[in-house]
């Protein structure tokens, strides 16, 4: 199973950026789907968004559509998490996680629990 390290957090301004990093290690990228989940004070977990490393397919959650971008690096075995446009409502904590490719797809992955196991995550603060 894959395990990852979430960096590239920090604290902007509304309307900045950040880009996001979840670097893997145990395997390579390609037979698994990677998600985004983030996590606000005092909120349930929430996916964002989710890559299927394999085919390149993506998923967004509403709440970040035209503001956030999914990519992966299969030779870094990184996938990243462009952020624009940064809302208050976008701080929280980010994680990333994966489940096989073979077993569930995008839409499925960000939107349903995941039992697996949880990085410590990197910390995002949106604030004036």
């Known amino acids: 199973q894959l395990q990852f390290v979430e960096s590239g957090g920090g604290s902007v301004q509304p309307g900045g950026s950040l880009r996001l990093s979840c670097r893997a290690s145990?395997?390579?990228?390609?037979?698994?789907?990677i998600g985004w989940f983030r996590q606000a004070p005092g909120k349930a977990r929430e996916g964002v968004s989710c890559i299927n490393s394999s085919d390149g397919s993506t998923y967004y959650a509403d709440s970040v559509k035209g503001r956030f971008t999914i990519s992966r690096d299969s030779a870094k075995n990184v996938v990243y998490l462009q952020m624009n446009s940064l809302k208050p409502e976008d701080t929280g904590v980010y994680y990333c996680?994966?489940?096989?490719?073979?077993?569930?797809?995008?839409?499925?992955?960000?939107?349903?629990?995941?039992?697996?196991?949880w990085g410590q995550g990197t910390q995002v603060a949106v604030s004036a």
């Open positions: 996680a994966a489940d096989r490719a073979a077993e569930i797809t995008v839409e499925p992955m960000c939107v349903m629990p995941y039992y697996g196991t």
């Open positions: 145990g395997g390579t990228l390609d037979p698994y789907v």
